[in-house]
Nanobody
């Protein structure tokens, strides 16, 4: 199995920045795809960003393009989500996820078998 642990959530003012971390352990591989999702109260879990560990390709939801950046630290086996120019609409529990690599970067949560516990992000206006 793959274990994922998120950290870095908290309270931030609108327009501020926050960086989330996702530490991966277990049977990870360079071919894995890593993703970030979020879920606000009363809403479905939605895609935020994803990248292919091996290829270095990235994909972002339209709602976060230009504001959020996904990256990784290979020696630490850690994925980051840098969130800038944050809006109250970004308030949610943020989850990192992983799956074996495929040709694309999936945006649906049901195709990611490995998940972290989530970290709360609150953006105040």
């Amino acid at each position: 199995q793959v274990q994922l642990v998120e950290s870095g959530g908290g309270l931030v003012q609108a327009g501020g920045s926050l960086r989330l971390s996702c530490a991966a352990s277990g049977r990870t591989a360079s071919s894995y795809i890593m993703g970030w999702f979020r879920q606000a109260p009363g809403k479905e879990r939605e895609f935020v960003a994803a990248f292919s560990w091996g290829a270095g390709t990235t994909f972002y939801a339209d709602s976060v393009k230009g504001r959020f950046t996904i990256s990784r630290d290979n020696p630490k086996n850690t994925v980051y989500l840098q969130m800038n120019s944050m809006k109250p609409e970004d308030t949610a529990v943020y989850y990192c996820a992983a799956r074996a690599g495929i040709f694309n970067l999936p945006t649906t949560p049901n195709v990611y078998p490995y998940w972290g516990q989530g970290t709360q992000v609150t953006v105040s206006s």
